[in-house]
């Protein structure tokens, strides 16, 4: 026991001292200043080349998905995810000690050329969140923690932060022992979740961007808008287009729906309006009683 207590107690010095430096040393690895820059980058084509020309700049729920960005991917992390992930690969590697397993990389892929383990990393992975993602919708306690997403009444590229905290724990439990099994580190990790989360901006931004043939691979705005609408057709009744970087799943197992555009479809849930619409509410919510989807 107190081997976990110490792991908890250093990774909240350890994260807090990476945050501090994150902020205060830019460079070209760090986390902090490529998600800022990435997020104006997609912000200035909002404005520049609005898909819904009527919607505000700073539209409905703007600043709420600015404080989910702080809290998901700073707040929460020095709170508590950095050191319950910590603590849970030190009892899963000691779980695999009991039976004399002390390696659970499967497949060696440090001999790969980059391109390549960037590449099969990023399709693992995707491919692991379009299937978390499918079983958020379908599960109804899950669906309770993702009903925050889709509280999002105004489409923008901040919108994909918004989303509660156990959804966090919950990918990356799934994505964990696959991706150890392959061995990959932290600098692969690190290109692959900067590109996942550009393809996110785009994804939720009020572009009219679809790609083209390319849109049959890559998630676009013209797909993701139909993952947020309120109507679900009768064939997708727990919804469609669960892809988030990659469209290429929903295409292969038949959950892709684009029938027309969907510039002005509306958005959100059926009961949304009794949803809440400030930060704490949202995040009780899941944990109080409530009827399923």
């Known amino acids: 026991m107190d081997k976990y207590l110490k792991i908890i107690q250093d990774s909240f010095t350890g994260y807090f001292n990476y945050l501090i430096d994150e902020i205060t040393n830019p460079g070209w690895t760090n986390y902090f200043y490529w998600l800022l820059g990435l997020s104006l980058l997609v912000f200035a084509f909002e404005i520049i080349i609005p898909w819904r020309k009527k919607q505000p700049i700073f539209r409905k729920g703007f600043w709420l998905d600015a404080f989910y960005m702080i809290f998901n991917f700073f707040l ?128 939720h931004a009020n572009l009219d961007w679809s790609y083209g043939p390319l849109g049959y691979i890559l998630n676009n705005p013209r797909m993701h808008i139909w993952h947020h609408a309120k109507a679900l057709p009768p064939e997708h009744k727990y919804g469609m287009n669960f892809g988030l970087s990659l469209s290429i799943w929903d295409y292969l197992f038949g959950t892709a729906y684009i029938p027309k555009s969907g510039k002005n479809i509306e958005i959100g849930f059926d009961g949304d309006e009794r949803f809440p619409h400030d930060f704490t509410g949202q995040l009780t919510y899941p944990f109080k009683e409530h009827s399923s989807k």
């Open 76 to 203: 929460f992390s020095l709170i508590g995810y950095n050191a319950l992930s910590n603590v849970g690969v030190e009892l899963f590697n000691d779980f695999l000690g009991l039976f004399g397993i002390d390696n659970l990389v499967a497949i060696e892929v440090q001999d790969f050329p980059v391109w390549a383990q960037l590449l099969i990393m990023f399709v693992i992975a995707d491919f692991i969140q379009w299937n978390v993602h499918r079983m958020l919708h379908r599960v109804p306690w899950l669906w309770k923690f993702h009903q925050v997403h889709h509280s999002v009444k105004e489409m923008g590229f901040a919108a994909q932060f918004r989303f509660h905290f156990v959804e966090t724990l919950v990918y990356k439990s799934a994505q964990y022992i696959p991706l150890a099994m392959i061995g990959f580190g932290i600098e692969q990790f690190f290109v692959v979740h900067m590109f996942s989360v550009f393809i996110g901006h785009l994804n």
